[in-house]
Nanobody, 122 residues
Framework: QVRLVESGGGAVQAGGSLSLSCAFS????????MGWFRQAPGKEREFVGA????????YYVDSVKGRFTISRDNAKNTVYLQMNSLKPEDTAVYYC???????????????WGQGTQVTVSS
């Protein structure tokens, strides 16, 4: 079974940076596209961005484009979310997720981590 464990969350001032990691285990990492999501209190879970199996393609929602960067290191079975120029509205629990490359993006994600808290203060 695929297991995902996020780390790197914490508290930061607005304008600061934070880097999250997601460790993947249980299957072949390169067979999975990876996504990042976040959920703020009282709000629905929101898609942040995604990366394909080899890191050659990324996608970000407009609200984080230019500030967040997703990368992956297949040798380390890890996907990263580098967050720069953080805003208070970025405050949320951040989750990584995995989807097998044989599945279409419209099918959603199959496996989820436990999440890590990111708090941005003004």
């Amino acid at each position: 079974q695929v297991r995902l464990v996020e780390s790197g969350g914490g508290a930061v001032q607005a304008g600061g940076s934070l880097s999250l990691s997601c460790a993947f285990s249980g299957r072949t990492f390169s067979s999975y596209a990876m996504g990042w999501f976040r959920q703020a209190p009282g709000k629905e879970r929101e898609f942040v961005g995604a990366i394909n199996w080899n890191g050659g393609s990324t996608y970000y929602v407009d609200s984080v484009k230019g500030r967040f960067t997703i990368s992956r290191d297949n040798a380390k079975n890890t996907v990263y979310l580098q967050m720069n120029s953080l805003k208070p509205e970025d405050t949320a629990v951040y989750y990584c997720a995995a989807r097998g490359v044989w599945r279409a993006a419209s099918s959603g994600y199959d496996f989820w981590g436990q999440g890590t808290q990111v708090t941005v203060s003004s």
